[in-house]
C-alpha cells in the first residue's frame, strides 16, 4: 500500500501539471479554472484519500495561513499589471467602488446577518467584512492583461483595482468587528482607539511603507549602474521577494500588510512603466497565485465533499446567499457608479460582478482567531456557501459575458 505522502506527492503533481493546462483549454468555454478545481477536489476525496479537505471550522489557523499568502501573492500581480498611473480622475472608479460601494455592502450585509441569520451585531458585521471585497485571487478572468498588453477597458481596470485597494480598506470593518466582540466581554471602550490605530494608523503605514518599499525597489532595478540592477537578473521570483518584504514590514509595525504589496507593486510600475522586466515579474507572481489558488480550492472541494462543512446549511443562509450575490452587490456598485460618465453596460457589469473568494475565508479565519464570536458555524457555513455559489455564477457568466461586451 503506497505511503500518504507518496500519494500526496502524484496528486500534487497532477495539480501543476492541470495548473499549466486547463487554462488554455478553459479559455473558450464558460466553465472557470476554479469551478474545475472544486470539481476535481471533490472526485478525489474519500476517507482513503490522503487529500487535506480539512473542515476550516477545525483548522483555523492553516486556513488563515494559507488563504494570507495566495492573496498577497494575488495582490501583487494584480498591482503589476495596471498600466494605469494613479490619479483621482484616472481612478474615479476605485475610489467610487472602495469609498462608496464597498461600506453600502457591508453595511447590507450586516443587516441581512442581524436579520435573517439572527447573529448578534459583532458577528453581522464580521460577515459582512468578510464578503464585501472582492477576491483577487478568483477574478483574474475579468481583470486587465499582462503589464503594457494594451487590456485595460474601464471595465477591467475598475474591477482590477477595485480587488487591489478593498482588500485593505475592508480590514478596518474586520478589526471593528472584532473591537466590539471584545468590549462585550470586557466592557472597555473601543472607538477612540479603532479610529487612530486600526484605521488612520494602519492604512497610513500600509500606504506609506507600500509605496516607499515600491520606490525603492524600483530604483534597485531600473536605476542602478548597467549591470547591477535586479531588473537584469531577469529573475521573476523578485516579486515573491518584493511581495514577502512589503507584507511582513508592514505587519511588523501594525499596518495593513495587504494594502502594503498592492500599494508596492503600483509604486514599482511608476518608476518605470515600459521596461520588459515588469512582465517577467508579472507572470511569476500569476503562476504562482494559480497554482496556490489551484491547491487550496482542490482542498475546499474535497472539504466539500466530506460533508461537514455546509453541515448547518439552512433556507436562510440559502436566502442570506442569494440576496448578497443578486442583490446586494449589484445594487450598491450602481449606486457607487451613480454619475460616473460610463455606458449602462459597462456599469452594470461592473456592478455585478463582484466574485467572492479565498479573501473571504482569510477574514474570517483571522477574526476568529482574535475573539470569540457567537454563531461562528453560522459564519463559516454562511461565507463558504457565498463563495461557491460566486464561484459557480460569475465562472458560468464571465466568458461569454466579457465578449458580448467587448464585441459591443
Avoid at 11 to 35: D, E, H, Y
Avoid at 85 to 113: D, F, H, K, N, Q
Avoid at 174 to 179: E, N, P, R, S, W
Avoid at 370 to 379: D, R, V
Wanted: hydrophobic share 55%.
Amino acid at each position: 500500500m503506497p505511503s500518504s505522502y507518496v500519494i500526496l506527492l502524484a496528486l500534487f503533481g497532477a495539480v501543476v501539471l492541470l495548473t499549466a493546462w486547463l487554462p488554455m483549454l478553459l479559455k473558450r468555454i464558460p466553465i472557470s479554472l476554479p469551478m474545475v478545481c472544486i470539481a476535481i477536489g471533490i472526485v478525489l476525496w474519500s476517507p482513503f484519500t490522503p487529500l487535506v479537505g480539512v473542515n476550516p471550522l477545525e483548522n483555523r489557523y492553516v486556513t488563515e495561513r494559507l488563504t494570507e499568502f495566495v492573496v498577497i501573492v494575488a495582490l501583487m500581480g494584480a498591482g503589476l499589471k495596471l498600466d494605469r498611473p494613479i490619479s483621482w480622475r484616472g481612478w474615479e472608479t476605485s475610489w467610487r467602488l472602495v469609498g462608496i460601494a464597498m461600506p453600502l455592502t457591508i453595511a447590507a450585509i450586516t443587516l441581512l446577518g442581524s436579520t435573517i441569520l439572527g447573529l448578534g451585531i459583532a458577528s453581522a458585521l464580521l460577515l459582512g467584512a468578510a464578503l464585501a471585497p472582492t477576491d483577487p485571487v478568483l477574478a483574474s478572468d475579468i481583470q486587465v492583461g499582462p503589464p503594457r498588453s494594451g487590456e485595460e477597458d474601464e471595465v477591467r481596470f475598475a474591477l482590477t483595482s477595485e480587488a487591489g485597494l478593498n482588500d485593505g480598506a475592508a480590514f478596518p470593518f474586520v478589526y471593528l468587528a472584532i473591537a466590539i466582540a471584545l468590549s462585550a466581554v470586557s466592557g472597555e471602550p473601543f472607538l477612540a482607539h479603532w479610529v487612530l490605530v486600526d484605521v488612520i494608523w494602519k492604512i497610513a503605514a500600509g500606504v506609506g511603507i507600500g509605496w516607499i518599499g515600491g520606490k525603492a525597489m524600483g530604483y534597485l532595478a531600473f536605476h542602478l549602474p548597467r549591470r547591477t540592477g535586479l531588473s537584469e537578473t531577469k529573475d521573476g521570483f523578485v516579486a515573491l521577494g518584493i511581495t514577502c518584504l512589503a507584507y511582513g514590514s508592514t505587519e511588523m509595525v501594525h499596518g495593513y500588510g495587504f494594502l502594503a504589496v498592492f500599494v508596492s507593486a503600483l509604486a514599482l510600475r511608476s518608476v518605470e512603466r515600459h521596461h520588459d522586466y515588469h512582465e517577467n515579474l508579472h507572470n511569476f507572481a500569476e503562476q504562482i497565485e494559480r497554482l496556490l489558488m489551484m491547491v487550496l480550492l482542490v482542498c475546499f472541494g474535497a472539504a466539500i465533499a466530506e460533508g461537514s462543512i455546509f453541515g448547518a446549511l439552512s433556507w436562510p443562509v440559502v436566502i442570506t446567499a442569494a440576496l448578497i450575490l443578486f442583490v446586494v452587490r449589484p445594487l450598491c456598485g450602481w449606486i457607487g457608479l451613480i454619475g460616473f460618465p460610463a455606458k449602462p453596460l459597462e456599469k452594470g457589469v461592473i456592478a455585478f460582478f463582484g466574485i467572492r473568494g479565498l479573501g473571504s475565508f482569510f477574514y474570517l479565519a483571522f477574526a476568529l482567531g482574535q475573539a470569540e464570536f457567537e454563531g461562528s458555524k453560522i459564519l463559516w457555513v454562511t461565507v463558504c456557501f457565498v463563495v461557491l455559489c460566486s464561484i459557480i455564477m460569475h465562472g458560468v457568466l464571465v466568458t461569454p459575458v466579457m465578449r458580448w461586451l467587448d464585441r459591443s
